[in-house]
């Protein structure tokens, strides 16, 4: 069995820790130690440099991730990224950067199961009841809004459906805001309270019919077994892959 050394930047966070702990429950996985990826970049170097480890995960935050992904790129070091946040853009740019240099890299904005087969299920739904909505509800220190999962939803559901705008066309919003955000002629809501962890349902409506299509993670260990198979997974990579149903199938 081939061991695989795993370094962890954001390791006192809340995903880090539990990532930390999940680590140490499998034989394969050795946990060389926290990254601080806040320092110059001296510093940080010589901190990868020192761990030599085989794949970085990343739960950091949204302003850090994409230095974190250019990192690993320099030290040849393969990224497991839950961090959500990275625009469309950049997440172009980095499988551009990701292909060249024939390095693997996974970034899934959901690493559980049940996240996946929601969206799965909704991209589905939307082929035949094209009206929806989704609300995503998650703690209230989360930075980003919508959530990375909501946005790979919209994503799928815009690629199933016909696009058109939802709603009445002489709606009116009297507060500014209260439709939530516009995606593709449907709506994007984000619910942020404490006691929360992570949540998304996907609304859809037609004639005297609606379908929910709910997801909850209620602890942050429904996350680690998809973060496990990513870690493995990545070994075997030579290019950026953007979701974990990519390595369902
Ligand atoms: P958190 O509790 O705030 O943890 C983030 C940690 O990262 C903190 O300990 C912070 O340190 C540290 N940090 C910030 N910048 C860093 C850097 N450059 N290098 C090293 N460490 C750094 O947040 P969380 O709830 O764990 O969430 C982290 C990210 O994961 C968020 O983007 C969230 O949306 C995402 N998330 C993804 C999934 C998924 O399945 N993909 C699931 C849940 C959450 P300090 O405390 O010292 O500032």
Redesign the pocket.
């Known amino acids: 069995m081939q061991t695989i050394k795993v370094a962890v ?10 990532v930390v702990k999940m680590l140490g429950t499998d034989e394969q996985l050795i946990y060389v130690g ?5 320092g110059s970049d001296e510093e940080v170097n010589a901190q990868l440099a020192g761990l030599k480890p085989d794949v970085l995960v ?8 994409y ?2 992904m250019e990192l690993a790129l320099a030290h040849g070091i393969r990224p497991v ?5 990275l625009s469309p853009e950049q997440l172009k740019e980095l499988a551009t950067r990701f292909q060249e240099a024939q390095l693997g890299a996974i970034i ?5 199961i049940g ?1 996946i087969l929601c969206m799965k299920f909704a991209a589905m739904a939307a082929k035949y009841m094209p009206h929806v909505e989704i609300i995503e509800l ?2 209230d ?4 809004a919508p ?3 909501a946005l790979k939803t919209a994503e799928l559901i815009a690629q199933a459906r016909q696009s058109f705008r939802q709603g009445h066309p002489e709606e009116e919003e009297l507060i500014p805001g209260a439709r939530g955000a516009g995606y593709d002629g449907f709506r994007i809501h984000s619910v942020r309270l404490p006691g929360l ?2 949540h998304q349902e996907v609304l859809f409506g037609a004639t005297g019919q609606t379908l929910s299509i709910r997801h909850d ?1 209620i602890s ?1 260990e429904s ?1 680690m077994p ?2 496990n198979l990513a870690i493995k997974a990545v070994m075997n990579l030579d290019r950026l892959v953007y979701g ?1 149903e990519h390595l369902l199938d």
């Open positions: 930047a954001g390791a006192n966070g809340r995903m880090g820790q539990e926290a990254v601080d990826t806040r990343d739960f950091t935050t949204p302003h850090h991730v230095r974190n990224v839950g961090t959500t946040g899934a904005p959901n690493f559980a996240a998650h703690h220190r989360k930075l980003d959530s990375g999962t962890i992570a993670s942050r996350f998809g973060v974990l």
